[in-house]
């Protein structure tokens, strides 16, 4: 059983006395599970009586986990002043309608992967378009702040945390381009919620025309990165239907995964768990190895599946859209990382079966060289070989974030290097009892 003081053990900051960060290190990072473990994080700030109420409580950071920390901590009790960098918080989703966020799909092939409400007893959410999901937890922020002692502040610079519960930050005007003189303030707890960062080749959560119909002669393009997000925008660029189909999110959910889970899903839970590289603190070489077994089998796994199930891929293939194809470039042997979601890792294996042509999966990396940007490939056969990239294909990048940690807040960052990231699943499980946000929201 993982306790309330294992909890802040694992979080705590070495060398900054009464910091906890929220899984900015972690691989589980779903916005439902930075929810949990920020609530987790307060229910065992609460709990071991680390904070009680009225003592000060700082959060870094206005994302989900940040918010939903400093909701829950106001409640209970406290005084808590949060800290963002960006002019406005959920700066990172805020104004995303094309991207749907479900809290619980991440889970799926295992039970209640469906459910689509989050059920958390602060800043709940039900599956939907990012914007409005943002939205109503917006608002739902903005009533915390008048019923608790809660204080946004945005624009923040210069922030330096000295130790001993104490920090200091100055505010930036962006309208006039005036900074605050500093604020000092003590606190009992800081709270880093920072995320993980934003892409540098253009942040995910950025509105795009992929989903649009392309004129013209098929569209050419390359994704680079079988992380989710490459998979997701593969799927988006060849499982998009045409025309008034053209929403990918309701067609999977309400059509596609529930056969899914008529026919193939006590295959696919096992063949998941069986696959699932344990926990462990690998590097290197040695991890790459790991990843390279893992896709073997679940390539063996999904073309058995496949090849058993022909009415999936029916249902897939009248998806197809007639204006696209599509290069997936990725680092393994086959496109299927332990790190992304089963469902996206499923679909990839669908569009290999079912759209021979029109999507192809190279094992290499993308690169730029003095000829343009190209493909160099690193699969066994071919390795060495070079594709270019041609001027007219689209090049999409999902390399992942750059830490916000290393980007904002060096001084945390290198406090941290020595942590290995949680590789337990123990802190995206809810451990709060329930009666302990009884109340909230009652008015
Ligand atoms: C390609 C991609 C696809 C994803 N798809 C999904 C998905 O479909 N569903 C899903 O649930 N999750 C998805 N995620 C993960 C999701 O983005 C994160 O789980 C979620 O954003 C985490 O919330 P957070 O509050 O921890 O971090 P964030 O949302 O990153 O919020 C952190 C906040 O901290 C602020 N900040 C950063 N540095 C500082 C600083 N130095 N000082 C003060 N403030 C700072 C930021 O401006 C931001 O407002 C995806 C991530 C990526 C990269």
Redesign the pocket.
Known sequence: MFSARDMLRYAAVPGLDRAYV??CLERR????A?QVRALNTVNALFTTGRVQPGDTVVV???????LTAAVGAAFLGAEVIV????PI?????AGCSQ?W?HPHI?DWPYANSDQASAELPVLDWQAGPCESVVRDLRAEVERAQRDYRLEINCS?ED?QLPGEGNLRYQAHDDVGGLRSPYRRIRYSALIV????GV?PDGS?WREDDLEQPFPGPRNGFVVSGI???GLIESVRLRLGGHGEQQNLFPWLMEEFLPSLNRYLIGELRAAESAAEPSPSTYAGDERHRRDEGFSHELAEVYERLLGEHPEVLRAAGSRLRPDSQVRLVGTLPEPYHPHASALNRFLVAVLRHVDGPHFEYIQGRTAASAGGRVIRRTGTADAGTVDPIEDDTRLIV?H??TS?LE???AGLAEKLRGVSPMQLDAPRIPQWDSSLFEGYGSG
């Open positions: 929220i899984g990072v779903t916005i439902y930075q870094l950071g206005a994302g989900f986990a940040g800290l963002e960098k960006e918080p959920f700066s990172v989703q991207r966020i991440y923040i922030l919620a920072v995320g993980f892409e995910y992380g989710d997000g999902r992942g974030p916000a980007a904002g807040l």
